[in-house]
């Protein structure tokens, strides 16, 4: 009765790598979820999937097409699309439990059905921080975030440029210039302004009423980067909107807290101003530094009101996220990795047949002294027990034959220098481990 | 314009567990990953989704009703509800770049529409590592496994015995009575035999076509237990089957291994069965010691055939599993986890109002040593400061006056003996690195 064979294929445009670079990315968020860490955020790990109803609360339950939706039994649930909106349920529901300003990381998959292309994924790692205050929040927790960023660089030895504005200062003028029925239009016009022609963008900032001089301002305004000094010496005589001028002290005083933190990699750029309609005030987008073209690699920014689907309770927000996925990608691009130093076996065991037993023993031993050591019981002489190591690139290799066993004293080999000796497990152990 | 709100609601059955909880959940599958890398096991992160086709190909595309499944557009695909599969499709599609034995791991959720209940979830973790062969696939593997299962619980100090058996003692004997036609059924009924009343299961046997004295050898051979030449000694006798044979040849192979690896744990016990019936040969599971009553904790087994669904190829395969979600809510019971161990502030900068950014900057130095360091920014006045870091079970706090930014030396509180007295940074981060 022979079967049919199916044919075996991954989902497209889900990720999934080969064991070298997945030691790699692994290495990524180790040391990203270290940063955060130390940095007093606490882990959280909600699940995958969430009730439609919670997780589409802001959309009236309507589903946008991206999310993968569906039901069971007679539960209509979604696949989690990013880590804020289960953070404000989880807050929501434990807020008489926890400790404000609650510091939480998350670090998983978030599954968008975009449809695939180069870079985008239709699941995929995010790393995201956030402080949820209660109440109130200090924007000292602005500069942690912005901070944090610079951090999460810093410790993978790259270097970055954080480029940082406030929503206030470009809603203001909007505001003043009395075009706040057609806010959202003008900040997605705003948003695109450098993928589409100059004339373009005219065109559609003429259409929602702004007059030439109005358009002239404010791509000025959207144009203005520098330090806090000359942003504000721009800035500051354009208009007296008190919305607007709030934006400007915000930047300010967040500046003055990321002076003391040591942050060295700050930009203030008004054209900034991140798709998602919940940020309010301060966002952030964090680049290769020198590199805006490439676009943004991290980002984030404060909500007012993170839970306002869930509570009457005001919980303001501030976070960042990490698009590691993409981080990734360029960097094995840029052979940011060693790939040859991700090997999963520091030391082989050479064996003869009579010795097989005495050799287990010894895998156990040197793995028991942390050493990654694997025998090949596969491979039935030792040529081709030597040359599996060859081919999978083992530095080391330790071989024992009965005189070996006797007097444990094994030959260690180092496989790219040729040079070999006998030692004890002691001293094979010291070599490798140097 | 006032919205209604939603109540903040998770799924029925799926797990989210609070921070100080979850820092020690992550603190398990670290020791368990370090376990799995040390024996040269090589990292997987397959897919959440896979194509229906593909992970239901076992049952021809039919689903359980535990699985979840859905279509997006035009695509049928299901949540993982295991490692098994999806390590067979990654298999099969990289054979030709894989070296084999191709040993993997992998950490993460599976998810199983289960009737919600206790110690069971909806979402769950499982922790994986698995051996496969290309056309053989030596005994050594087997073994291995089994000292990977008893090597997780030697990491997390916990005493574990591993219940050992071979499916072809049982099928072998079978086959000798002239029973195959209802194999599936004799195991099915073999396999419950401790949750059944004697006189049920007696009746069952006899319905399937056993004679009173096949019974009585039949379930005789199931309650054999001890170690490898007892076991032997008892069972040889029992049957000449070529099967049957073999399993006890097997089993007394991998014993050989066992013990030159050093394993100590191991009880040879013919009533494991396991219920995948994807396992032909050597199968285990590991329980508490002297707990068989609680049930297992951990398993695994031999497939002759991993890949069959997707191609010609013979791959054979060993894999052992941690059910490391069950693990972990019966160590929660048992209080193994200090929770206050689990804070994760080391260190609050108590600051006054004149000296927050001079205690921003402190607190960045201290991070900078690797010390958990936290300011409480939202707490207004001093005492409310002394108080939250009371609340929050911080051991030391870092009081930042005038007198003490001068003069570079801060004092330092321990919260628990309330000792203080006047440091320097670097002495600071020694005390609290102790």
Redesign the interface.
Known sequence: ME?K???????QG???????E??C??SLLAKIEDVF???????????????S??LL?KSGGETDKEV?R?T??S?D?C?RYDFTVPL???V???KD?L???FK?YQIG?V?R?EKPQKGRYR?FYQCDADII?NG???F??D?ECI?LLEKCFEALNLDVEVRVSSRKILTGYIEEIGKTNVMTDILIVLDKLDKLPAEESARQLKELGLTEKEQKNITSLIQTTGQIDDVIQKLSKLSKNATFVEGLENLKEVD??LK???SKNVIYDLSIIRGHNYYTSIVFEGFFAGRKDMGAIAGGGRFDNL??????KKMPGVGMSVGITRLFSHLMQENYFDLEDQN??DCAVINFDET???S??L??DL?KC??????F??NKTFKSKMK?AN??QVKYVVIVGEDEVKSKRYMLKNMQTSEQSQMTLEEIVNVIKK
């Open positions: 079967e064979l199916i044919t075996p294929r991954k989902l889900f990720w999934e790598l080969m064991p070298r997945q030691r990315f692994s860490k130390t940095n007093c955020f606490v882990p959280l790990d909600t699940p995958v999937l969430e009730y109803e919670v609360a993968y569906f069971k039994g539960t649930m696949m404000a349920r989880f929501s529901m434990h439990e400790s404000f300003p939480r998959k599954y059905g699941e205050g109130e929040l200090s000292v927790a500069a901070r003055g807290y003391q933190m040591g839970c306002g689907y869930f509570t009457d999963e076996i097989l037993g005495q287990l023993a895998v156990e793995r942390g050493v990654n050591a694997e025998i019981y596969e599996e081919r999978r």
